[in-house]
């Protein structure tokens, strides 16, 4: 690849075909040479899966001057992975992830391939940002996310992150008025009000399927999901301590003896 | 079940059949009635994964007074919700899950399903401990960690856990010295420094193995790898805000129009 083009090492978690992943593809090419190593198959909610009992494979698709992409029988964090230490052989410049069909806000970052993928960027401190539309249809309009996705691609590419930081950007779907910019957010609290849908299959064994509905347990105005339902894009700089620190004191009397 | 009794919701990521999970439900069942849902299979490393484009199926194994055992086709985050919303059809009194067989401190809680069972039980709001031994081996030994488990799994049911909080607990694997007690403790910063093997199978196509070694990048004695390294069980508070909260003043200015 060209060496004074920065490399962009590019997934997502519905799969090579995905048009988001063909918006976002076509978005990086414009700030970088890019490698694509994306999974054969859709892989979403697939939260942080590494396969680590089942060999990988990569199939090379395209090979031209600044563009390579690869198919992978891997989950998200797999072609991260992959893409860095047996494709690239070192790290790439930025990780970028998506463009996924439907929201990574608030809670759905825990159950997210495409945030897994750039978590795994973070862990290795590259510079990876997840982009998600609100919108979880396969023919949703991507168009009015590239100036979003180049602003934010220019600023991480130009000054870098905070180590061990990524982004996870969610854009608003189109609904007539247009994006009113962008908002630098935290998580939201929010939930899924889940029922398990009890049916009968065929031969009469029972089986179940997940459904919910999203439920918010915030009402901040500094949140992402304040800033979507409000047509900004969020921004989320996320880490991956999981620590509550605040609770640490409050159980430290569990350290005695009995 | 009994009423009087706490309704404790075990399950685990190695499957139904692991030792580490045998252990586990014997000292659950010590502290209240005891509903098992686990994989039917090992579901390790499966992160955060949850079924949403298959059908989900349990299978009872055993029904006795205060204890009932399902093994199910799906994730440990599944089995979570299952157990909760179409056994159950109401909050446990606590879940648990493990025991691990092998640690899932520091960076490892991103990638374990014994630790995203837990945070789905933070996620509802359910007191929820995982549970983990530094020993991979499918025959370690597991004896010691009673102790520990009960005394941890009594303090959450009398005292329960701040908000939205759940414990990941990993316990030293014996070493000939006694476990000096227990630590609560931040997730160590550590990384695995991975390489994959490169092989060709016998119709001579390309597939990779993912291996790894172990890196702490934290020098901290108040961490869980300190914790370990010392012989003690390590209990980190965790919550599920991905937020790096002090990145967000630092990107402020993204949000100006160019």
Same mark, same amino acid.
């Given at each position: 690849?060209?060496?004074?083009?920065? $490399?962009?090492? $590019?997934?997502?978690?519905?799969?090579?075909?995905?048009?988001?992943?063909?918006?976002?593809?076509?978005?990086?090419?414009?700030?970088?040479?890019?490698?694509?190593?994306?999974?054969?198959?859709?892989?979403?909610?697939?939260?942080?899966?590494?396969?680590?009992?089942?060999?990988?494979?990569?199939?090379?698709?395209?090979?031209?001057?600044?563009?390579?992409?690869?198919?992978?029988?891997?989950?998200?964090?797999?072609?991260?992975?992959?893409?860095?230490?047996?494709?690239?052989?070192?790290?790439?410049?930025?990780?970028?992830?998506?463009?996924?069909?439907?929201?990574?806000?608030?809670?759905?970052?825990?159950?997210?391939?495409?945030?897994?993928?750039?978590?795994?960027?973070?862990?290795?401190?590259?510079?990876?940002?997840?982009?998600?539309?609100?919108?979880?249809?396969?023919?949703?309009?991507?168009?009015?996310?590239?100036?979003?996705?180049?602003?934010?691609?220019?600023?991480?590419?130009?000054?870098?992150?905070?180590?061990?930081?990524?982004?996870?950007?969610?854009?608003?779907?189109?609904?007539?008025?247009? $994006?009113?910019?962008?908002?630098?957010?935290?998580?939201?609290?929010?939930?899924?009000?889940?029922?398990?849908?009890?049916?009968?299959?065929?031969?009469?064994?029972?089986?179940?399927?997940?459904?919910?509905?999203?439920?918010?347990?915030?009402?901040?105005?500094?949140?992402?999901?304040?800033?979507?339902?409000?047509?900004?894009?969020?921004? $989320?700089?996320?880490?991956?301590?999981?620590?509550?620190?605040?609770?640490?004191?409050?159980?430290?009397?569990?350290?005695?003896?009995?």
């Amino acid at each position: 690849m060209n060496k004074t083009k920065p $490399v962009i090492l $590019v997934t997502n978690d519905d799969g090579i075909n995905a048009p988001g992943l063909r918006a976002l593809i076509s978005a990086m090419r414009q700030l970088g040479d890019v490698l694509v190593v994306a999974p054969d198959k859709p892989m979403s909610a697939m939260g942080h899966a590494v396969t680590i009992t089942a060999p990988l494979r990569m199939l090379l698709i395209k090979d031209e001057p600044g563009y390579r992409e690869y198919s992978c029988n891997g989950t998200p964090a797999d072609c991260v992975k992959l893409g860095q230490k047996v494709v690239l052989g070192k790290a790439p410049d930025m990780i970028v992830s998506g463009i996924n069909h439907g929201s990574n806000s608030a809670i759905n970052i825990v159950y997210s391939g495409t945030m897994a993928a750039v978590l795994e960027g973070a862990i290795e401190n590259i510079p990876s940002i997840g982009f998600s539309l609100t919108d979880y249809a396969y023919t949703a309009n991507f168009l009015h996310c590239e100036p979003f996705i180049l602003k934010i691609g220019r600023n991480v590419l130009d000054k870098g992150l905070p180590a061990y930081t990524c982004l996870n950007v969610n854009i608003p779907a189109l609904n007539g008025s247009p $994006v009113k910019g962008i908002k630098i957010v935290r998580q939201a609290h929010a939930y899924w009000d889940e029922k398990y849908e009890h049916r009968k299959d065929p031969q009469n064994r029972d089986y179940f399927w997940l459904t919910g509905i999203f439920k918010s347990l915030d009402d901040g105005e500094d949140t992402d999901e304040w800033a979507l339902l409000n047509n900004y894009v969020s921004v $989320v700089p996320v880490h991956f301590d999981l620590t509550s620190h605040k609770t640490i004191p409050l159980l430290r009397d569990w350290e005695k003896e009995d």
